[in-house]
């Protein structure tokens, strides 16, 4: 009988250690695939700020473009306007 108990205690601490070792392995995995996933949205929000901020200095560049557009147009308007 204690012979039995002793194998049935093998037996269920290899399977325990299987399983832990299974568990471990899925936990490495799972870890592995978080990491690159970071990686892959870090690198995605940095091209975007990127993208974002030529695209404010482009908005800033039009804006001052079409400012200056603008007070020569109303400066040329002055000038028609003058009758003297």
Do not use: I
């Not at 399977?15 to 471990?24: A, G």
């Not at 592995?32 to 892959?40: E, F, G, I, L, T």
């Amino acid at each position: 009988m204690h012979k039995l108990e002793t194998e049935m205690a093998a037996v269920f601490k290899q399977k325990v250690q299987e399983k832990e070792s299974k568990l471990k392995q899925s936990e490495e995995e799972l870890h592995s695939r978080h990491m690159q996933m970071k990686a892959v949205l870090e690198k995605q929000r940095h091209e975007l700020e990127e993208k974002r901020m030529r695209m404010g200095q482009g908005d800033a560049a039009a804006h001052a473009a079409y400012n200056e557009s603008v007070q020569a147009g109303s400066s040329k308007d002055k000038k028609k306007n003058r009758f003297f």
